[in-house]
């Protein structure tokens, strides 16, 4: 089982930006207890960070050619307007799972429209490091339920 994490725009500055939203966590830390967690679930994942949205846009295309078994993104502010990520995203069949550190719908109104979500099997918002662990989790359930299945 491999899990793609896809982290967006700004994201690189998990640690040092808003810390009353986002925590302490840096980015690296948030990457080794995803690391940790796939251990733990006999899995294998690897972790993308790009502040470039046709970065981002081709990342997601290589999962086409790639033994990806699910996807975790934040998508970070591009969550709220990005038709090419929504676009993108919905080209994959492997299930994607959205996580956001902060909880979006308790901030400002242009936070709580999510472009991904109708292409994500769901999300998990607010509870800072766990929302990663916790989509993590999901993305590995809903993967595994698909093998179960096929
Ligand atoms: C975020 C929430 C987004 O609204 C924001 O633009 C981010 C981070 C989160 O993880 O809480 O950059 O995705």
Redo the contacts with the bound molecule.
């Keep these: 089982m491999h899990i793609l994490v896809l982290h967006g725009v700004?994201?690189n500055l998990f640690g040092r930006r808003d810390p009353a939203?986002?925590g302490t966590a840096t980015l690296k830390d948030i990457n080794h207890a995803l690391d940790s967690l796939a251990k733990e679930l006999n899995a294998t994942t690897e972790q993308f960070q790009t502040n470039h949205e046709g970065s981002m846009v081709e990342r997601i295309h290589q999962v086409l050619e790639q033994d990806v078994d699910a996807v975790v993104i934040?998508a970070?502010?591009w969550?709220?307007y990005s038709y090419a990520i929504a676009d993108a995203l919905a080209v994959l069949s492997v299930p994607v799972v959205e996580v956001?550190?902060?909880n979006?719908h308790a901030r400002e109104p242009f936070?709580h429209e999510s472009v991904l979500a109708r292409v994500c099997a769901g999300s998990v918002?607010g509870f800072g490091v766990m929302s990663y662990l916790l989509g993590f989790r999901a993305a590995y359930a809903l993967a595994s339920e698909a093998r179960r299945s096929s």
Aim: with cysteine.
């Design positions: 700004n994201l939203q986002y934040n970070g502010a969550t709220h956001h550190m902060s979006v936070r918002c």
